[in-house]
């Protein structure tokens, strides 16, 4: 029903920076949040960040606060995670999310693109 697609994962450097794009595509009308969430192998997914995507009222993570910043493009049905700073703790797959409301659990939320994956060296 609704498609999301990630890009912009690598590999970057302690303190260097990235940005995460999620396109989403398909019946896309009844999605009013989208968030990003990341998840390493043998860990639970966590939430990162996530934005109303009308009104644009933003949550994150106490782990990711002054470093990293979503934004979303209406116009191109694009989601962004710009990430600064990054440290090793960073290092996993970066899922983007949309569902009908806007939330910091996965339960929030409907679909769930392939993921990125984001490696951050110290």
């Known amino acids: 029903q609704v498609q999301l697609v990630e890009s912009g994962g690598g590999l970057v450097q302690a303190g260097g920076s990235l940005r995460l794009s999620c396109a989403a595509s398909g019946r896309t009308f009844s999605v009013h949040g989208m968030g990003w969430f990341r998840q390493d192998p043998g860990k639970e997914r966590e939430f990162v960040a996530a934005?109303?995507?009308?009104?644009?009222?933003?949550y994150y993570a106490d782990s990711v606060k002054g470093r990293f910043t979503i934004s979303r493009d209406n116009a191109k049905n694009t989601l962004y995670l710009q990430m600064n700073s990054l440290k090793p703790e960073d290092t996993a797959v970066y899922f983007c999310?949309?569902?009908?409301?806007?939330?910091?659990?996965?339960?929030?939320?409907?679909?769930w693109g392939q993921g990125t994956q984001v490696t951050v060296s110290s």
């Open positions: 934005i109303s995507w009308i009104g644009g009222a933003t």
């Open positions: 999310a949309a569902g009908p409301t806007v939330g910091v659990y996965s339960r929030a939320y409907d679909y």
